[in-house]
């Protein structure tokens, strides 16, 4: 079985600034994904960054980056300078090859202006 | 392409009655997942079908809770008796091919209120 954990449920950073949103994850597979999920206010799940367990490059998609320590089982993501629209809560997720995601608890992430 | 629709967005029932909740996945995605979302909880997988066949119903909490997908196409999710531990925002998710390399698609859920 798979478990994914976030401890930190509210994290805040100032409009411009990086954050980082920390995740633990436990897994016997050896081939898997890792996935982070922003759900803003309108709930709607939007795929922020995915990561693929056997490349050891660590994803990029514009702002956002993971920091992805595998021998850790360890999976960061970082915001750089952060916007007002970043707000929101974020999942941290695995999916194996059984395809069901198993998430963390989430993050509330507040950007103050 | 229009993305993964559920609705009804909210619903409030009391305790005893039923509810159904509806999820049109993207069209030509057979694969189809229901997860449910507990207030201040993490979000747990609820049951996977592909197209009309559940796949792995193992995270059904119970069988108060019965879910179909007519044809392959839509699905319903419908909780009957109702009872407050139940809850929580419904998730439904669609993605188009089994394997790891895959994306999912998320609806903007369902949240349910049991009172």
């Known amino acids: 079985a798979q478990t994914v954990t976030q401890s930190q449920p509210e994290m805040s950073v100032q409009e411009a600034e990086t954050v980082t949103l920390s995740c633990t994850y436990d897994t016997s597979e050896s081939d898997y994904y890792l996935f982070w999920y922003k759900q803003p206010p309108s709930r709607q799940m939007i795929l922020v960054i995915r990561q693929e367990a056997y490349k050891q490059q660590n994803a990029t998609e514009n702002r956002f980056s993971v920091n992805f320590q595998k021998a850790a089982k360890s999976f960061s993501l970082k915001i750089s300078d952060s916007q007002l629209g970043d707000a929101a809560m974020y999942f941290c997720?695995?999916?194996?090859?059984?395809?069901?995601?198993?998430f963390g608890e989430g993050t509330q992430l507040t950007v103050n202006p | 392409e229009a993305g993964v629709t559920q609705f009804p967005s909210h619903s409030v029932i009391e305790k005893g009655q039923t509810v159904t909740l509806r999820c049109d996945p993207i069209?030509?995605?057979?694969?189809l997942y229901w997860y449910r979302r507990v207030m201040g909880k993490e979000i747990k997988f609820l049951l996977h079908?592909?197209?009309?066949?559940?796949?792995?119903e193992s995270g059904m909490p119970n069988n108060r809770f019965l879910a179909e997908r007519t044809g392959g196409t839509y699905s319903t999710l419908k909780v009957q008796p109702a009872e407050l531990e139940d809850s929580g925002v419904y998730f439904c998710?669609?993605?188009?091919?089994?394997?790891?390399?895959?994306?999912?698609?998320f609806g903007s859920g369902t949240r349910l209120t049991v009172v």
């Open positions: 998710a669609s993605s188009q091919a089994g394997g790891l390399n895959y994306g999912y698609t």
């Open positions: 997720a695995t999916v194996t090859s059984g395809s069901r995601l198993t």
């Open positions: 069209s030509g995605h057979d694969n």
């Open positions: 079908f592909v197209k009309e066949s559940k796949q792995d």
